[in-house]
């Protein structure tokens, strides 16, 4: 069901931003930055030795697994969704520095801000629909309940973070053009 998910949500975007301007919406060096944050943070919190173990009960029988288990895997996967979000933040965040110390050429300004936010893009898109449907699967099947109190202040500080950053970009596009 996960594969049909996500299929259904790629071909929406497929039918919405429609099949020649797919290719805007791929940024491997963006990929590779989210999910190296991700992979850094992980090894940070956890260690080595937890990323194979952790990748390998994905796809495994989740019946056999013990609580503790089941709960350092949904703890695991929780840190996972943010450490996504916030790769994607900062790298949108180093993207916007090196713009801004380069505002003599104006026709890259464009090409930047689109990768900036592909960034965010990404880190939203692991963190909000990959991670926690991985984690929902060691929930679901040990029946237990997650705290999601912190949801709705991660949402809305995404939110503010984004209505910030659009300002931003309007600001500096204004002074660029009236600079030239």
């Not at 994905?58 to 288990?69: G, T, Y």
């Not at 689109?114 to 991670?131: D, N, Q, R, W």
């Amino acid at each position: 069901m996960r594969i049909i998910g996500l299929l259904l949500f790629f071909g929406i975007i497929l039918l919405a931003v429609g099949p020649d301007r797919v290719l805007d919406f791929i940024d491997p060096p963006s990929i590779v930055v989210v999910l190296g944050a991700v992979i850094c943070g992980l090894i940070y919190s956890y260690g080595f030795k937890n990323i194979s173990y952790s990748f390998s009960k994905i796809f495994a029988p989740k019946d056999d697994l013990r609580d503790d288990e089941r709960n350092f895997l949904i703890q695991y996967f929780t840190s996972a969704s943010n450490y996504s979000l916030a790769g994607g933040i900062i790298w949108t965040l180093i993207v916007l520095v090196l713009m801004l110390g380069n505002m003599s050429d104006i026709e890259s300004l464009g090409p930047n801000i689109a990768v900036a936010l592909l960034t965010i893009l990404y880190g939203l898109f692991f963190s909000e629909f990959v991670f926690p449907g991985i984690r929902d699967q060691f929930i679901k099947n040990g029946k237990k309940e997650v705290d999601n109190s912190q949801l709705p202040k991660k949402r809305i500080n995404i939110l503010l973070f984004v209505i910030c950053y659009i300002f931003l970009l309007h600001a500096i596009t204004f002074v660029g053009m009236t600079t030239f």
